[in-house]
């Protein structure tokens, strides 16, 4: 249902763009987040924004300033902008459609609220 690409390695400091296309339906139509799992932890919201152009996104406080979610309409893809990473950012990291469809749900980074995933992209950040 989800397509992801982008992830990557590279050194602190540095920044990567991930992407996530939906082939089958228009993204537009629903609430979108990013989630990351770092080995031996739990899922961890990101960031969501919500469908429409309402312009309501939600990033979590300890990546806000650093990572930016964003969406091309004509593109149908979803995409996170992680700038000035660190190692502690390595993770393989999702994209997701929330089940309320077009609003982010109540508990944003909960993983529960969201229903359709991407396959993971892995993220390494290492000197």
């Known amino acids: 249902q989800l397509e992801q690409s982008g992830g990557g390695s590279v050194q602190p400091g540095g920044s990567l763009r991930l992407s996530c296309v939906a082939p089958?339906?228009?993204?537009?139509?629903?609430?979108m987040g990013w989630f990351r799992q770092a080995p031996g932890k739990e899922r961890e919201g990101l960031a969501c924004?919500?469908?429409?152009?309402?312009?309501?996104?939600h990033v979590r406080d300890s990546v806000k300033g650093r990572f930016t979610i964003s969406k091309d309409n004509a593109k149908n893809t979803l995409y996170l902008q992680m700038n000035s990473l660190k190692p502690e950012d390595t993770a393989v990291y999702f994209c997701?459609?929330?089940?309320?469809?077009?609003?982010?749900?109540?508990?944003?980074?909960?993983?529960?609220?969201?229903?359709?995933w991407g396959q993971g992209s892995q993220v390494t950040v290492s000197s």
């Open positions: 997701a459609t929330a089940e309320e469809g077009g609003a982010c749900p109540l508990n944003t980074y909960d993983s529960r609220g969201y229903d359709y």
């Open positions: 089958r339906f228009t993204l537009d139509y629903y609430a």
């Open positions: 924004i919500n469908g429409g152009d309402d312009g309501i996104m």
